[in-house]
């Protein structure tokens, strides 16, 4: 069982960076993959960025990539998602996600945090 928490600041203005954070509870989170996904208002839940649980694979939905990277530090049981360029359309809640494979479809991650706001200011 894996139990996960994001945080981050929540507000931003256009074109500004913002790193979000997800700490994890147990002994096992280096042998699970994570992934961050984001859903605003009206709008289904959307991939973001995965990494495998080695750190060596990562995958970007193809509105973040060049924009955001995604990292992990399996002494510190945490997942980072940082966020540059950010644009109006990035204003979403973040959600961190575990998963034991890498991938990239939101109905395949078991374990969920509680999700963060994230707000761009045009």
């Known amino acids: 069982q894996v139990a996960l928490l994001e945080s981050g600041p929540g507000l931003v203005k256009s074109s500004q960076t913002l790193s979000l954070s997800c700490a994890a509870s147990?002994?096992?989170?280096?042998?699970?993959?994570m992934g961050w996904f984001r859903q605003a208002p009206g709008k289904e839940r959307e991939f973001v960025a995965a990494?495998?649980?080695?750190?060596?694979?990562?995958y970007y939905g193809d509105s973040v990539k060049g924009r955001f990277a995604i990292s992990r530090d399996n002494a510190k049981n945490t997942v980072y998602l940082q966020m540059n360029s950010l644009k109006p359309e990035d204003t979403a809640v973040y959600y961190c996600?575990?998963?034991?494979?890498?991938?990239?479809?939101?109905?395949?991650?078991?374990?969920w945090g509680q999700g963060t706001q994230v707000t761009v200011s045009s």
């Open positions: 996600a575990a998963h034991k494979v890498v991938v990239t479809r939101a109905g395949d991650y078991r374990y």
């Open positions: 147990g002994r096992t989170f280096s042998t699970y993959a």
């Open positions: 990494i495998s649980w080695g750190g060596g694979v990562t």
